[in-house]
């Protein structure tokens, strides 16, 4: 395995400004349901720009501050972002992620199956994890997309940091 | 990259991956107690920042919306402060004469609540104020319209209070006039997914009216009687011939909720232990 870049700026400043956007752009303009989550939008940018098991870990610990944050149960944000993680950087060698609509449908659907994974692993009941389709959901997947094509678009010619299979 | 490698490199994140789930799954299955102390360590420090982050930020988005309320609920204070005080010290003496104590405690401490955008947020909030502040559990948050919930876990400079949309919260609960008592608990109103309330054990024979207010009644020594926790909407259910279930409409919706106010512990000794 060998590591490329093609000039440009590391990832990892493009993540510091997500969790920055996360903490402090995101309470300040839209603090509501359906803001768009920048944490998840960082994991999904990672997950296809690196291996699966590198994607779990970060998946891994973005859930673990979500868990710490907000502790429905312990453990249930760790393990939705652990799997939509992973699944994100399994799934870059089937779903050509550099295309932008591409990018775009595969942030709002990880936006929807990580809500859907933390109601039920939070114990929500079949009931509960239905609101991972209702309106809010569906917002937040939504405004996840344009954000995450935003900064798709922000960092195409800019950042590249891949791990070469 | 030749094959050997790369079904080495695959078996390897397929490993990290089942770890990574195998410890998600432990910390569910883990006991709350453990994870209380883990979750306010890495609050207390690698979060510290950010947590400071965003209350700068939530301070910062609210603070002319706030200034404008405060004065707006000054100007109506003073005008009901001419009558208030003959009223507050008649009710006081005859509260002394019936040896009844205070029903809401007069001291408060405000906090901010900072949201997270999850499907979750609403059942528990991260709120901008810790033990450092003299926060501790127990204690029930409340905003002007009514409950929010309590305090479950509060580390340093930040806490955690479960909701009135929470699965685990509970609370003993009266009409307004006192003739009805029973528990007030969370439900998924119509299973649409949407958090509302139901005022559970009320027996058969008694009949609560569509619009009537139901409070705390102050049973159980965490809540203050007479918070304000919604109205009664209709019947949700019925067990024949045992009790009746009502439907709730909350009297406060988390979804806006930015400033909270905690009240102190009803019972002190309470905060000095975590479930």
Redesign the interface.
Known sequence: ?SRSRRGGRPLWIVLVLL??LH???????W???G???FLLIALMVLSLRT????A??A??LT?????????????????SH??VG?AAAWGRTVFFPDNLIVNGILFAVGTLVR?LL??I?????V??????F?P??LA?AATTALAGIAVTLAIRHRVDFRL?? | MDRHTGRASTRRDTGIFLLCVTLSLLALLSPPSWNRGLAGGIRETALRPLIALQRFAEEGRTSRERLRVAIAERDSMAIELQNAAAIVAENARLRELLDLRSQIPETFLPADVLHQPLPTDGQTLLLGVGTNRGVRAYQPVIVGAGLVGVVVEASRSSSIAHTWANPEFRVSAVTDDGSVLGIVAPTNREGSGIPGLEFRGVAYRDTVPVGTRVVTSGLGGVYPNGLVIGWVTGVAREEIGWERVYALRPAVNLGVVSHVLLLPSVEPALGDSVP
């Open positions: 395995m969790v920055l903490f402090y752009v995101r309470p300040r303009i603090p509501g349901a803001a768009p989550d291996r699966p098991g590198t779990a870990v998946g891994f859930g673990l501050v979500l868990d710490v944050l907000m502790p429905v149960r312990f453990g249930a944000g760790a393990l652990t799997v992973f809500n933390l109601l692993a939070s114990g929500s009941g009931i509960g994890a239905l609101s991972a209702g809010a959901s937040q070469d299979e």
